[in-house]
Nanobody, 116 residues
């Protein structure tokens, strides 16, 4: 059974930093095509924030470019999202996502709240 366990969310002031982690279990890293982070703010659709492929290629939403960095530790089957210069508009529930060739898996979500 595939499990994604997220950690690192919380409350931070604008301009601060947080680091999210997502550890995947029950799945071989060789079957993972990409790992990433989505977010969903109240009343809005879930959106892709950042993604990293098995080959290390990265994608960032325009709204987070230059502020967020995604990385992965293949040995630990873990993906990280370093979030710097946080803004109130970054407030959302952040979801880890893992894609294989067939399926997509989701974490339970972790709340990130950025105050003024």
């Amino acid at each position: 059974q595939v499990q994604l366990v997220e950690s690192g969310g919380g409350l931070v002031q604008a301009g601060g930093s947080l680091r999210l982690s997502c550890a995947a279990s029950g799945i071989s890293m060789f079957s993972i095509n990409a790992m990433g982070w989505y977010r969903q703010a109240p009343g809005k659709q879930r959106e892709l924030v950042a993604q990293i492929s098995a080959g290390g290629n990265t994608y960032y939403a325009d709204s987070v470019k230059g502020r967020f960095t995604i990385s992965r530790d293949n040995a630990k089957n873990t993906v990280y999202l370093q979030m710097n210069s946080l803004k109130p508009e970054d407030t959302a529930v952040y979801y880890c996502n893992v894609k294989t060739g067939v399926y997509g898996y989701w974490g339970q979500g972790t709340q990130v709240t950025v105050s003024l």
